[in-house]
């Protein structure tokens, strides 16, 4: 019986992969790689540009501390997640470790992203309500929609681990009624971005 599972899982494990094959989400994967590197790879090189040459980074994050009461960043953090994800979380990133308790911020940040992609979700989900709203973002959305249908949580890992913005994929999966318990679940992923990146950043600056 155990064997019989095994190769049950086998078989729908190679379909699952013929499937993605075929419908191109690997080539779309490789091409969100691309495209999510390059910003990346800017930010970097402009963020050590700015370090090296013009002002030194930590000095620019401290007087950002001094500055802007914690709250205020944290909602202008929030506000830019649940929206379109305008503002580089790497930004916010660096900043929390600027912070008495770079943990406990950088922890918070995680939360307000993943607070924003549900607010996104439910934006989208509210959207289908409203016909000439559903019919602009049916538009401007199209081929995003098109892959959120296609391939579903997949869609939403891509968009809760890659450098792209959170609150496009958690607006499709809301307008395509994807189910909410599958895109919390999904979307914890958006906590493991933020592990990783925040290791990374906090050692560089």
Do not use: C
């Not at 699952?16 to 989400?25: D, E, M, N, S, V």
């Not at 199209?142 to 892959?147: G, S």
């Not at 009624?177 to 925040?198: C, D, E, M, Q, W």
Request: charged share 15%; proline share 5%.
């Amino acid at each position: 019986m155990s064997q019989q599972r095994k190769t049950e899982k086998k078989s729908r494990l190679k379909l699952l992969h013929q499937y993605y094959r075929y419908t191109g989400f690997y080539k779309f994967l490789g091409g969100s790689l691309k495209k999510a590197l390059t910003p990346l790879l800017v930010f970097v090189v402009l963020l050590l540009g700015i370090h090296y040459f013009v002002i030194d980074i930590n000095s620019l994050l401290v007087k950002m501390t001094n500055t802007f009461p914690p709250f205020w960043v944290l909602t202008v953090f929030f506000i830019s997640e649940s929206i379109l994800g305008l503002i580089p979380p790497e930004i916010f990133i660096a900043w929390s470790d600027k912070m008495p308790d770079p943990i406990l911020y950088l922890s918070l940040i995680a939360v307000l992203s993943y607070a924003g992609g549900i607010v996104s979700y439910f934006t989208g989900r509210a959207a289908t309500r409203i016909p000439s709203v559903h019919d602009y973002l049916e538009v401007k959305m199209a081929k995003h929609l098109k892959n959120a249908r296609k391939w579903g949580g997949f869609l939403i890992v891509v968009g809760a681990t890659l450098p792209v913005p959170f609150a496009i994929s958690s607006l499709a999966a809301g307008m395509i009624k994807y189910p909410f318990t599958s895109y919390l679940l999904f979307g914890l992923l958006r906590f493991v971005r933020f592990a990783v990146y925040g290791a990374a950043i906090f050692n560089m600056v």
